[in-house]
């Protein structure tokens, strides 16, 4: 067992392509036994960052380091496991054929009782590939990414596809993995996905972190509240109170972010007598994300990389 309580990490990493800044010097460390999520809009840097770590390209500067070494180390990529947006599987191969194949590449892989026990394979091993539904699909290739018994898995949106019974049996099976010793990173644009298995979460945007830590502590990030409750005032006129960032009516139910939420719940109490079902809760991880790559951070995020530009120039 390597001593390193990391599993893996990117210290200053720049990279770019042509004209494209991709990042701008990234900090991100994997702990062994917990799972990352990298969230960030399209064109954040994601990719460019799981890429660095998974050696498929090399960084202009800064440090990748993976499992003790380089991510390009035939030892370091047996201990990976990986499961991408596109797959690249052999269509016309079984299950069952596709899992030995994918196994005999590692020297200590996870008994295939395992593999369809975590993916939920039951009932899908002798059939082919390319005749299997999309969700299906998406279980084989975790299944794949997981037969290595990798000490290091990368899962990209790993549950797009899948219905409500089969996203929580992958969920299941993750943490089961995480709890042996595994570390994941986990890119996806399901935020209520990163809320259900992230202890860490970073925010990236325009190639730099805007944020991390735990997820209630990037909740907290923002003093954003969601108010939601039963009355017929309007929506517009709620909208131009002190305070109130956005309302939306649901029927009957009106939901309004709001910061500070004390005196929208007061001028809310106060101006609807009838109103009822008053509930207030701390913003989720969706609303944090949005404030954090919202409009405000984005023009301050350009503002100190125009400014990093014009200096590096
Ligand atoms: N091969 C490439 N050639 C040129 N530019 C690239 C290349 N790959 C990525 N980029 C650019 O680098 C930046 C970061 O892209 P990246 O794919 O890492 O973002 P991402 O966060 O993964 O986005 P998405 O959520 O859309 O997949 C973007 O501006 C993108 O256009």
Redesign the pocket.
């Known amino acids: 067992m390597n001593a390193n309580p990391h599993a893996a990490c990117l210290s200053g990493v720049h990279m770019r392509?042509?004209n494209?800044v991709?990042l701008r010097g990234v900090d991100l460390t994997l702990a062994r036994g917990g799972v990352t999520a990298l969230l960030?809009?399209?064109?954040?840097?994601?990719?460019?960052?799981v890429?660095l770590l998974l050696g498929l390209q090399a960084a202009d500067a800064g440090r990748v380091e993976v499992l003790g070494g380089s991510p390009r180390a035939l030892a370091v990529r047996r201990r990976v496991g990986v499961m991408l947006q596109s797959a690249g599987v052999q269509e016309a191969l079984k299950v069952r054929e596709l899992l030995a194949l994918t196994r005999s590449y590692y020297p200590a892989p996870r008994s295939v009782a395992d593999c369809v026990a975590l993916a939920g394979l039951d009932g899908l091993m002798d059939r082919r590939y390319g005749q299997l539904s999309g969700g299906q699909q998406r279980r084989v290739q975790f299944a794949l990414a997981i037969c290595g018994d990798p000490a290091l898995l990368f899962l990209d949106e790993p549950t797009t596809g899948l219905d409500i019974e089969a996203r929580q049996r992958l969920w299941k099976a993750v943490r089961a993995l995480v709890a042996d010793g595994c570390a994941v990173l986990l890119?996806t644009?399901y935020l209520e996905e990163a809320e259900a298995l992230a202890d860490r979460v970073v925010v990236?945007d325009r190639?730099r972190v805007l944020a991390e830590g735990s997820v209630p502590e990037v909740r907290a990030r923002i003093g954003q509240r969601r108010i939601r409750c039963l009355s017929a005032l309007a929506e517009g006129a709620v909208q131009a109170w002190p305070g109130v960032v956005s309302v939306q009516r649901d029927g009957a139910w009106l939901e309004i972010l709001a910061e500070p939420a004390e005196p929208v719940v007061q001028r809310l109490l106060a101006e609807d007598a009838a109103l009822s079902e008053l509930e207030v809760q701390r913003a989720g991880l969706a609303d944090a994300f949005l404030a954090l790559t919202g409009e405000e951070a984005r023009d301050a995020a350009r503002a100190s990389i125009d400014e990093t530009d014009r200096r590096a120039a």
């Open positions: 392509y042509g494209t991709a960030g809009p399209n064109g954040a840097g994601k990719s460019t960052a890429g890119t644009h990236i190639g």
